[in-house]
């Protein structure tokens, strides 16, 4: 009861929000909703707290917005950690919530149990992760099938592509070098990336 009355205290402040993003002004809003304009006022100033069913369907078609987004705001989302070159991993520096990533964004991943959103702390460079990326990493430390790995080498982290040669073994590369580097015993892996964002701004 309580999250729902502090969700309709917010509707009024969200409704003015959400229409002059939508470019409308309170008449306009007014002729798509069949509403007066002055009841829109009302609504946005808190002044008429609850609005029928009716009404809140044609308001969020008027301002081209999900219903569930109009009574209880954007759903929050996750923010990304920031990934350091040197260990401990961000995730397990402070306690984190992983995320649920749809299976239709890693089709060709087979993976299931914890993810985590990062993106290289300023003044850090990873291979194959520029500025602003985004990565969704799912701690490890056992090969699943080749692909971008969070690898450590004594308390510093890298990115490198690990596959397997035709022994089994386990082989390191690094941003455009085509020799591998053989898996020796300072080596750990901490974590596969199951899906890259990569920044609009990336040249």
Partial sequence: MCRQEGSMDALGPRIKSLRLAAGLNKAALARQVGVSDVTISYWESGTIKQIGHERLVALSQALNCPLAHLLEGEPSRPSP???RSTLPLPWQEVAHKGIDL???LIPEQRWDGDCHLV???PDEHFDFLGPLDLAAVAPTEIFRQPGLYLVAEEDTLYLRRVAQDNNG????QRQGQTTTMPYHSGMRLKAKVVALWRSE???
């Fill in 81 to 83: 950690l920031y990934l």
């Fill in 102 to 104: 749809p299976l239709e």
């Fill in 119 to 121: 993106t290289p702390a």
């Fill in 169 to 172: 073994q386990l082989t390191f």
């Fill in 201 to 203: 701004s990336a040249t």
